[in-house]
């Protein structure tokens, strides 16, 4: 049976455009701003980790608290948003922000390194909802697809650029020269989106406690949500797999950085054509075949023993991720409702980071018990799972919903 569409669904109506120009300055800049220190300083945080005197295992699960602190907070952020507005969540997500990246820099052991690490996520996870709520307020719901990719898409231009621009601060500061750039980056960000104007509805609005969203929603949340979860281990395993099969091969560093340089550039090439298509076509248009070039190209890696093979698989995981791009959150604003949107939001974020955060140490367990070709099958079937998952529940042309979701 189909259920109704979703509170904030598109419906057929008359066609109105967003007007991007409007959101360069409040959305779009903050964002690749956010995404540059991020991409500066992501590879330096395991070096600054290892200069405090921590082991490569425990280098690894220092760094990881940044994603347990993005669990931590999604459902708190919700409510701070929902009570405080928009632009007030923001300003608190990056004072946090910056006072987990000064721990970071001026760390005196590893444990304060960790504190730094748990509240860098914990500030990401409220700077990205405020950031998404702010856009499902003030977007029309027919260009929410496109608009959204672009904001994603812009901060992952950031991450794109930002290790480029950290390495040659690196090369004359050290690691910790990268962590200033993110330091500076998240001021910047959240200074710019102060001069933005609050949203109507953006403010508080008799915030919904979050016990009650999830009993409500838990039917949103464990049909949809589980298609979110998937995808979010697909992504941030691509990031720890390609390179570890990349050191399993033998792949010249060099050379390996230049392959993930390309892919990438696919990556956020494939970003606006993804709204667009997202706007036109469903959501599910985008969900099924995103997480079926996952499954495609975790299939191939342990077949893949050159730098070709690997490039060309490191290739079709950046076109699943760039296919993917906004699709997460475009789905979470369509069927969140509409008087508690941010509360609802929160809790949809957590099952993509949960994901995100599950994947990586998945592959961690697999790959100490055995060949890191089982990771990778054990990846392929997750993605062909979230693939049947979105086509029977995610939203199709016209933002109805399919199956039992409700």
């Known amino acids: 049976m189909t259920a109704a569409p979703a509170t904030g669904c598109p419906t057929p109506g008359p066609r109105v455009r967003a007007r991007l120009a409007p959101l360069v300055l409040p959305v779009f800049v903050p964002s690749a701003v956010y995404g540059l220190g991020n991409g500066a300083a992501a590879p330096m945080f395991p070096l600054r980790a290892l200069e405090l005197g921590a082991s490569p295992g425990l280098a690894g699960l220092v760094v990881a608290l940044s994603g347990f602190g993005m669990i931590l907070m999604d459902l708190p952020a919700g409510s701070i948003v929902a009570r405080l507005g928009e632009r007030v969540a923001i300003a608190l997500g990056s004072a946090a922000g910056a006072l987990g990246m000064l721990a970071a820099i001026f760390a005196p052991n590893i444990a304060v390194f960790g504190a730094g690490m748990l509240l860098t996520g914990a500030a990401t996870a409220v700077w990205g909802l405020a950031r998404q709520s702010y856009v499902v307020a003030v977007v029309p719901v027919a260009d929410r697809g496109r608009v959204l990719s672009i904001f ?24 910790v020269g990268a962590l200033w750039v993110q330091l500076g980056a998240v001021v910047l960000a959240g200074g710019l989106v102060a001069v933005m104007p609050e ?4 403010a508080a609005t008799g915030a919904t406690g979050i016990g009650t969203v999830l009993r409500e929603q838990r039917g949103l949340l464990t049909t949809l949500g589980s298609g979110a979860l ?3 281990a697909a992504r ?17 560093a060099a050379v390996v950085a230049l392959l993930f340089g390309i892919a990438g ?16 076509f469903g959501r599910r248009a985008i969900g099924v075949p995103s997480m079926l070039c996952f499954a495609s190209g975790y299939v ?4 893949a023993g050159s730098v070709l093979w690997l490039g060309v ?28 949107r941010a509360e609802f939001l929160g809790a949809w974020r957590l099952t993509h980071d949960f994901g995100m955060f599950a994947g990586p140490i998945t592959i961690g ?21 979230g693939a049947a998952a979105m086509y029977r529940w995610f939203p199709g042309p016209g933002g109805v919903l399919r199956g039992s979701a409700r």
Do not use: C, K
């Open 265 to 280: 550039a696919v990556d956020v090439l494939m970003s606006y054509p993804a709204g667009l298509w997202m706007d036109r």
């Open 199 to 202: 949203p109507e509805e953006g």
């Open 230 to 232: 998937l995808m979010g």
């Open 236 to 252: 941030a395993s691509r990031q720890v797999l390609l390179p570890l099969w990349a050191a399993h091969i033998g792949a010249d």
């Open 365 to 385: 367990v697999i790959g100490a018990v055995s060949m890191l070709g089982g990771a990778a099958v054990v990846l392929a079937v997750s993605a062909g799972v």
């Open 313 to 340: 698989v490191a290739t079709l995981l950046g076109v699943a991720n760039g296919l993917s791009n906004g699709v997460i959150m475009t789905v979470g604003a369509d069927i969140a409702p509409a008087d508690r």
């Open 152 to 175: 994603a898409g812009s901060m992952r231009l950031g991450f794109f650029a930002g290790p480029f621009l950290g390495a040659a601060i690196v090369h004359g500061a050290g690691p």
């Open 300 to 303: 191939v890696l342990p077949f």
